[in-house]
């Protein structure tokens, strides 16, 4: 049975759907005015393996992720680039897509736009006036904190004191502000991109765009929702103000938040150096899958200290795990399947799901899958594996993978004439002093794993 810590109740608590076998979750997307750094993707992979995991647990998935593409730091990037809101917006999504495909990162089912649901917010805004939860000033419509009694349950903040009159307009801002915040902003400067509204000209805030987009798709109550810790305060406690304050119903079930990442030991800035995008990584030689396997190796609630040797670590992790599935798929052996292999197999499924029911232990799941790889390595050197054990090995890596989602798809074994074909024609191409190509086929068997050897007696192959 799985269990998640809920932020909304502070206890771990035993996950169960609203609605039979679905789930409904929601996470808060990116705001595209920048390409994401892996303090957001830290947050989208942990998400991607709650989700990968309900999948695993057989449950329906309806995920939903917002893109942001109406905010104050995107209207300030549009006005300087010169270009339109959907040019400027449009270019950011794309570009975090594709860091998304290279992370691994499964689509969810829907990826709503906030200037697309407009009308939805819209109704949300008229059901708060109604109920009294608003107010007007300067144009802007707020909503009223005080108005609301469970404001603050979410974050634990006290509303102390109170707060009379202090409104803030600004999308984000401190946990010590505990403010009235605008629901529906008045155009002010020129340019700025503004829709018409019951409450006049102007654009939503940020707050109000989630709570639309997730009613919208998932209904007024639903399972999950997910974010970075980050987005408690303010921007998750004001969702549900929203959200109660317009249908008296309880939003969410399950609120998940995901920790900072550290960069060498330091909050990441630009300041500091220690700031990077996914695809600077890449572009420095590091492997995606080595990213996303350094990223969710840490339990999602514990702070990951993200490290340049830590990423190597990860490589030289993954490549030990993948060096062990081709060792299983390559081993030869007709015999029948050996009981202690079928009991180890057992052992790592089980060992896999505890450490995953646990909160999503990721440390501990991946825990089983390497003390797996030493029993089993243990068993083929003792030559106790058979035939039959092939498939059920590689079934639990393949499962437990399905979730992890780091290892990659096993590449198509080289039969030995093809590699022998190959190696006569470099020979061939360096008699022809075409060492261009002879080295373009020497690389070309290295990638697929073949380390060949110029010897005095010919050329030497073998697999790595
Ligand atoms: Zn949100």
Request: net charge negative; with cysteine.
């Amino acid at each position: 049975m799985l269990k998640l810590r809920n932020t909304l109740t502070r206890t771990l608590e035993e996950f169960k759907p609203l609605e039979g076998n679905k789930v409904r979750m929601y996470a808060c997307g990116p705001t595209v005015y920048d390409y994401g750094h892996i303090g957001n993707f830290r947050t989208f992979v942990s998400v991607d393996v709650l989700r990968r995991y309900l999948k695993y647990l057989d449950y329906e998935v309806q995920h939903i992720m917002n893109i942001t593409d109406i905010e104050d730091k995107i209207i300030r990037g549009m006005l300087s680039s010169g270009r339109s809101l959907e040019e400027f917006t449009g270019f950011y999504t794309q570009e975090f897509l594709k860091d998304c495909d290279s992370m691994n990162i499964e689509r969810p089912e829907i990826m709503p736009f906030a200037t697309r649901h407009l009308p939805q917010m819209i109704e949300i805004m008229k059901r708060l006036a109604d109920a009294g939860h608003t107010y007007q000033s300067d144009g802007s419509l707020y909503f009223s904190i005080s108005s609301f009694p469970g404001y603050g349950k979410l974050s634990g903040l006290k509303l102390e004191g109170n707060i009379a009159g202090a409104r803030v307009d600004v999308d984000e801002y401190e946990k010590a502000d505990a403010r009235d915040f605008v629901l529906w902003k008045a155009a002010k400067e020129e340019g700025e991109p503004r829709w018409p509204s019951p409450f006049g000209e102007g654009r939503p805030g940020w707050h109000l765009e989630c709570s639309a987009m997730s009613m919208e798709y998932l209904g007024e109550s639903f399972d999950i929702h997910c974010g970075g810790v980050d987005l408690i305060f303010p921007h998750h406690e004001n969702e549900i103000a929203q959200s109660e304050g317009a249908t008296g119903k309880p939003f969410v079930n399950f609120w998940v938040h995901t920790e900072f990442l550290l960069v060498e030991g330091e909050k990441m800035s630009k300041s500091k150096g220690n700031y990077y995008t996914v695809r600077q990584l890449i572009e420095q030689g590091y492997s995606p899958d080595a990213i996303r396997y350094l990223l969710l190796s840490v339990p999602y609630r514990t702070q990951l200290n993200f490290t340049m040797e830590g990423l190597r670590g990860a490589e030289t992790a993954l490549e030990g795990i993948r060096n062990f599935r081709r060792r299983v798929a390559d081993y030869d052996s007709q015999g029948e399947s050996h009981t202690r292999v079928r009991d180890l197999t057992e052992r790592a499924r089980e060992g896999f799901e505890a450490g995953m029911n646990d909160d999503l232990n990721t440390s501990r799941a991946l825990a089983a899958m390497f003390e797996f790889r030493r029993d089993v390595n243990t068993a083929m050197d003792a030559g106790e594996f058979g035939g039959g054990d092939r498939e059920a090995v590689l079934e639990v890596l393949g499962r437990i993978d399905s979730v992890l989602g780091v290892l990659g798809e096993e590449q198509a074994q080289m039969l030995d004439p093809e590699i022998e074909r190959r190696i006569e024609e470099r020979y061939a191409a360096r008699r022809a002093r075409d060492f261009t190509l002879a080295d373009q086929i020497r690389s070309e068997l290295a990638e697929r794993g073949i380390i060949l050897e110029d010897t005095s007696q010919g050329t030497k192959w073998k697999r790595k």
